[in-house]
């Protein structure tokens, strides 16, 4: 690997990692040594790039930095291109649009010979089909889990029963055919999912909920992992 390509290599292992990450685990991830690496990010300090490093702990990018330019490797430009197609085929109508224009903005930095990653993809997905909620404004959801808002539905569950309640929720999911809200539900006083598809009636309530949005997504999503559940269960 050229030392320019494993400089940008180290900065993509910090900007992935969610902690400090080690010189040790870096060298294995890069197939190097560990010498090489400490020398590396002593480059990529020297060029004002913001590491921060503790010994025996290990080193973390800030937030905030930005590279000048795009670099994408062909395995990474096809992931974003068969992960916009996914969009465009599931997700709701604004998602779609954002999809096409984030490779839109990808194919004008592109070198003329990845061009065809994007243009004509070797990776794809099926077509996906209509999803049976129309009746939701899945974007205004979208913006309600972004702010913390609370909602006021109507939901007929499985077995047929209808319910009133108020939720807060903090996810949009797109499963195949069907959307999901992941939600802390008010009446159940516990996490609850709950299917787009059906909800009887719906308020976007102006009133937010005490705790923060990415608050309730993280407690969610670790009581997921704790459980050992691969994907959302029923509401």
Known sequence: MRRADR??????????????????????????????????????????????????VGYVLERGFVLPPLMLTTDEVEAVALGAQWVVAHADADLAKAALGVLAKIATTMPEDLRPLIDDPAVGTPPGRDADDDHVDVARLRKWCREGRKLAIGYLDETGTTSDRVIRPFMVGYVETVRVIMAWCELRQDFRVFRADRLTTVAFLEQRYPDRSVALRRRWLKMMRERRVGGPFPG
Do not use: C, H, M, N
């Open 7 to 56: 400089l940008f290599e180290i900065i993509q292992v910090l900007r992935r990692a969610s902690g400090p990450v080690t010189a040790d685990r870096i060298a294995a991830e890069l197939e190097t040594s560990k010498r090489t690496i400490y020398r590396d990010i002593d480059a990529l300090v020297a060029r004002r790039v913001p590491i921060r490093g503790e010994a025996g």
